[in-house]
Structures are given as structure tokens and as C-alpha cells.
């Protein structure tokens, strides 16, 4: 079955789990805690049609595939419809689908036996992993460790990091901690700064986009990722502790808006510029129309999502973020060392792919949700029974007219993936978009910004993510 129909199935069962859970937020008289534990086991049981033991999918939706269809019939209509739930209509339900849940996960545990343990088949019905989702937007993209500091901070750490640009970049480094600290985040804050992370100078265009400003993540960032600038290799996507997805661009071949020569000279900034980040702001007005180019011909780009198949997963985890971060007549990101291994995989990327260049992945991708969803339905973490957190810094906000048009671009690929997020933030207040490097002070303000508009959701989130009692 492909991957959108087996959405399409899954997804209206989702809801009717996020809907009960919401409703008996709301109103605790709703439901009792068995009940509640009766209705979304039945739930997750109407779900389950792969069930992954010692790194092998044993299918078992047509197994499943008459109760899921009884399930949705019987919630479906109480749980999304025009009304909120009412406890007169769950209970009888209740009493109906207790047995019949327990007599389809038992048919499933004995329909496996000698391939899948039963707890396997258990933990699939009752544990559901947390993917976190980061959207680019630069410097607004910070009040995303004030999320990673408050889930951290209850015990709840990811199964999988997917991001964009500066989400990328910061999925990286959750990914190195054992648990969130954010004191270490504000020492590594406190050890950056523009000269280290950028330069004005000329340099060779080989797999990205010429800009104003050259993007070296190694020099600013390689000692935290294994680094070794004497042979210019660095940690592997495959080796994080926590699996990291990188959104990228890709741009065909022979199908850049103008030539390469223009981009180099689109923006002109100057070092004494990048001191003071808020005099860019009339150069990036000027860009906006080119970069609006790339967006408004979806055409000429292909999604690129590194670290979500064997072979980009061997990319350098630097190498990934830097393109994702590469704004066309910006930022650019290149791997011009010797590294071997890069270039050919680049090279076999290019051949394969059929690109001219690589660029920020918020081009195509700037909140890739639907790329979370399709690697936990791929087995990625191993469970499919996972909830989608998203995170939007780079929303669209009339209190911030000036990047509003960048916003309402980005928006046109945010609103796809909008449906494969079982909860989105748009975060409303952020640092500006151009504090890339910010102050420690700054870091913190974000931090809190970041805990303050997650923490209203923290209670529906522990409520979705603790286990099931078993039945």
C-alpha cells in the first residue's frame, strides 16, 4: 500500500485520539481514566498494520482491517463531529469495543507467535514516540530550545529530529545531548559570534549557490560534531545519538533563474554590516524577489530530506545543515575540502538527482512534517506509533511587516505539511530573523519565549505520550 493511502486511513483514527483527549482535558467528568485507557487502545489497535521486531516489519493490517472499519465507524461521528463528545454516547461504545479490542490484540499476538514476542506487539499498541519537527526562519528559530528545555525538563526526550535551516542546525545539537542542558547551549552561544560563522570573501561555487556571506559551520561549530580540521571530516548523520533528518534543496540542472554570476552579486554586505545585522535589512529586501523565484517555480527544485535513506545518511551531519541553511545571493554553504567521501556522494547525489546546486531546504521544505511522517511509516525509529510535534517560528505575523512577505512564501509549503503534524506551534513571539548569532542575553530571552508558549500544551502532550495501561 503506498504511503498517502495508508495516511488517509491512519490520520481520521489520529484525530479521534487527539479529539478524545482534548475533550476529556476539558471536561474530566467525560471519561474515567479506563475508559479513557478502553477507547484509545482500540484506537491504536485500529492502527497497527506493521508491527517491527529485530529490524523486520511483519504486516498485519488485513488482519486488523474489519475492527479498524468498526472503530471508525462508531467514533468516528462522536469523536469529529459538529458536537463535542458527550458521555451518554462513549459509554455504550465503551461496553461494545472493550471486548472486541481485547479479542483483536490477542488474534494479533497469536497470529505472530514465533516471529513477533507479544510485548513487542504491546509495545506497538501502547507506546507512542515523540518526533520533533523544527522549521527554519533563522534567528526566530531559537525559542526552539525553550521547547527542548521544557520537554526536557519532563522527562521526554525524541525518537527522531527533523528540521530545516536553523531548526537543522539546532535538531544537531539536541541530538549530541544526552538530555537538554541549557547552560551547555548558552556556553556554545557564548563561544560564536559572526567573524567565526561567516565571511566576506570570494570563494569557489562547486555544489551551492553563490552569497554575500560564506557560511563555515566547521570552523564555528566543529568541535561540538568530531571535527577533525586536519582531514575535514566530521560525525556522520547515521552516528547521532538521536536520528536527524536535514531538509535541503535541490536545484535541477540547467534550471536556475539566471545565472550563477548574479547571485554573487546580489546582495553586497560589508564585515563592519555584519556587526550590526539589523543594517542588512535594505539588502535582504532587495533579495526577496530572487529568492521568491525559487518558491513560486516549485518546478525548478527538488525536496531533498538527508538522513532519511542509507545513502544521505552517510552525508557529514555539518555538511547537511550548512546546505540547508544556504539562501541563494546570502548565504553560501559549499564542501570545498578534501574529503573524498563528500564529494563523491555529492557527486552521486547530483548524477542521481540530476541537480546544478544545493540550497536552504526552507525553500521547499521549511517545516517538514510530512518528511517526519513518512520515515516513522518507513520503520525509521522503529515504531509507527509516533506523535508529530512541529514547530514554527517563521509564521505569519503582521506585527513583523517587514518579513511578512518571506513568510507568506514559506507558508506555501508549510501549509502541506500542516496535516502531518499532530500538534503545530506558531510561535508568535521570536527573536528577529537576522539575530543568527545572538548575545547570550538574547539566547535566553528566546529560551524563555520558547518554555512560555509550549508550556499551555504540555499537559495535552504528557497526556498523548505516557503509555496505555494494558488492558
Wanted: charged fraction near 25%; glycine fraction near 8%.
Amino acid at each position: 500500500m503506498l504511503l498517502r493511502e495508508r495516511f488517509q486511513i491512519t490520520r481520521p483514527l489520529e484525530e479521534m485520539e487527539i479529539a478524545l483527549v482534548r475533550a476529556a482535558q476539558l471536561r474530566p467528568e467525560l471519561v474515567n481514566p479506563v475508559e479513557e485507557a478502553v477507547l484509545r487502545t482500540a484506537l491504536s489497535v485500529a492502527r497497527l498494520y506493521k508491527v517491527r521486531h529485530e529490524g523486520r516489519d511483519v504486516g498485519v493490517g488485513a488482519l486488523v482491517a474489519p475492527f479498524r472499519e468498526d472503530v471508525a465507524r462508531r467514533l468516528g461521528p462522536v469523536l469529529l463531529g459538529n458536537r463535542p463528545p458527550a458521555r451518554e454516547q462513549l459509554v455504550p461504545i465503551i461496553r461494545d469495543l472493550r471486548d472486541e479490542t481485547l479479542r483483536t490484540r490477542d488474534e494479533v499476538i497469536r497470529r505472530l507467535a514465533g516471529r513477533v514476542p507479544p510485548e513487542a506487539v504491546h509495545r506497538e499498541i501502547r507506546h507512542k514516540a515523540l518526533v520533533l519537527v523544527s522549521g527554519g526562519g533563522g534567528g526566530t528559530g531559537y525559542v526552539y530550545l525553550g521547547v527542548m528545555d521544557a520537554l526536557d525538563e519532563v522527562g521526554v526526550k525524541p525518537a527522531l529530529l527533523v528540521g530545516t535551516s536553523i531548526g537543522g542546525i539546532l535538531s544537531l545539537f539536541r541530538s549530541r545531548m544526552p538530555r537538554f542542558d541549557q547552560t551547555e547551549m548558552q556556553n556554545i552561544v557564548r563561544g560564536l559570534s559572526w567573524r567565526k560563522l561567516f565571511r566576506v570573501i570570494s570563494m569557489e561555487t562547486r555544489y551551492g549557490l553563490p552569497g554575500a556571506l560564506r557560511l563555515l559551520l566547521r570552523a564555528g561549530l566543529g568541535r561540538w560534531f568530531d571535527a577533525h580540521p586536519e582531514r575535514g571530516t566530521g560525525i556522520r548523520l547515521r552516528d547521532l545519538p538521536i536520528p536527524v533528518i536535514m531538509a535541503v534543496s535541490g536545484v535541477r540542472k540547467g534550471m536556475l533563474p539566471h545565472p550563477v554570476e548574479f547571485y554573487e552579486r546580489l546582495v553586497n554586505l560589508s564585515p563592519a554590516m555584519l556587526l550590526r545585522p539589523a543594517q542588512t535589512t535594505r539588502q535582504l529586501q532587495a533579495a526577496m524577489q530572487s529568492i521568491a523565484e525559487f518558491v513560486t517555480h516549485p518546478e525548478i527544485m527538488v525536496k531533498l530530506h538527508l538522513g532519511a535513506d542509507p545513502d544521505t545518511a552517510e552525508f557529514d551531519a555539518l555538511d547537511a545543515a550548512g546546505f540547508s541553511c544556504a539562501l541563494p545571493g546570502i548565504i553560501h554553504y559549499d564542501v570545498l575540502r578534501d574529503d573524498p567521501r563528500m564529494h563523491e556522494l555529492l557527486g552521486d547525489l547530483f548524477a542521481q538527482k540530476k541537480l546544478g546546486a544545493l540550497i536552504d531546504g526552507g525553500l521547499v521544505d521549511n517545516l517538514p512534517a510530512r518528511a517526519a511522517w513518512r520515515a516513522v511509516h518507513k520503520g525509521r525509529i522503529g515504531t509507527r506509533n509516533a506523535f508529530i510535534l512541529a514547530l514554527n517560528a517563521f509564521a505569519q505575523r503582521i506585527t513583523t511587516p517587514l518579513w511578512l512577505p518571506l513568510q507568506r512564501l514559506a507558508e506555501t509549503n508549510v501549509a502541506g505539511n500542516r496535516p502531518y503534524a499532530h500538534l503545530l506551534i506558531d510561535f508568535r513571539k521570536t527573536l528577529s530573523p537576522l539575530e543568527l548569532v545572538p548575545s547570550v542575553e538574547l539566547t535566553v530571552r528566546a529560551i524563555e519565549m520558547g518554555r512560555a508558549q509550549i508550556t499551555r500544551e504540555l499537559p495535552f502532550l504528557m497526556r498523548m505520550l505516557a503509555p496505555l495501561p494494558v488492558l
